[in-house]
Antibody
Framework: QVQLQESGPGLVKPSQTLSLTCTVSGGSISSGPYYWSWIRQPAGKGLEWIGRIYTSGGTSYSPSLKSRVSISLDTSKNQFSLQLSSVTAADTAVYYC???????????WGQGTLVTVSS | EIVLTQSPGTLSLSPGDRATLSCRASQSVAGSYLAWYQQKPGQAPRLLIYGASSRATGIPDRFSGSGSGTDFTLTISRLEPEDFAVYYCQQYGSSLTFGGGTKVEIK
């Protein structure tokens, strides 16, 4: 059974860079054809896709966040990471990592981690 | 980017009722790459349906998906108490987008 777990600071100051890591267990992050994704959800609002990385290292990002986002892969640790730069209060949300399958479906999700942007 | 519009925003029903949720896309969704999720408060979304009509592993058969092109539907044949939640549709085309959600609440 694949499991994902997000980790990282729960509080980030405005203008700084938000950094989160997702640790995958129960399967190799190098196996395909899976894409490893980040999604966020502000309190009381809907889901927003941030981006994804393939096992080859190829990435794709949301057009609205593309200028500030970077997703990377560490196959030796079975982890993938998110960096979001120049954060503001609007980036406060629960951040989820998830596995995306071949039909575009997100079949396994982490439990989510709340990141608050505040001074 | 494909925009997904879900309706209604809220559905007030009783246990045992049939629920019909709609998801309309601004452009045709290629390959029926359309999925549905259920989310309960404080929990991550759970995959229900992928490929517009295929049930994910372990999902009861009271959940069914249909549609193609720009119009998709999630049907819950008989609502169980644990089905009251928020439901999201999601498409994968050139990018990945979610609908705004439909809340199914107890009447």
């Amino acid at each position: 059974q694949v499991q994902l777990q997000e980790s990282g600071p729960g509080l980030v100051k405005p203008s700084q860079t938000l950094s989160l890591t997702c640790t995958v267990s129960g399967g190799s992050i190098s196996s395909g054809p899976y894409y490893w994704s980040w999604i966020r959800q502000p309190a009381g609002k809907g889901l927003e896709w941030i981006g994804r990385i393939y096992t080859s290292g190829g990435t794709s990002y949301s057009p609205s966040l593309k200028s500030r986002v970077s997703i990377s892969l560490d196959t030796s640790k079975n982890q993938f990471s998110l960096q979001l730069s120049s954060v503001t209060a609007a980036d406060t949300a629960v951040y989820y990592c998830a596995r995306r399958g071949g039909r575009g479906e997100l079949d396994y999700w982490g439990q989510g981690t709340l990141v608050t942007v505040s001074s | 980017e494909i925009v997904l519009t879900q309706s209604p925003g809220t559905l007030s029903l009783s246990p045992g009722d049939r629920a019909t949720l709609s998801c309309r896309a601004s452009q045709s969704v290629a390959g029926s790459y359309l999925a549905w999720y259920q989310q309960k408060p404080g929990q991550a979304p759970r995959l229900l349906i992928y490929g517009a009509s295929s049930r994910a592993t372990g999902i009861p058969d009271r959940f069914s998906g249909s549609g193609s092109g720009t119009d998709f539907t999630l049907t819950i044949s008989r609502l169980e108490p644990e089905d009251f939640a928020v439901y999201y549709c999601q498409q994968y085309g050139s990018s990945l987008t979610f609908g705004g959600g439909t809340k199914v609440e107890i009447k």
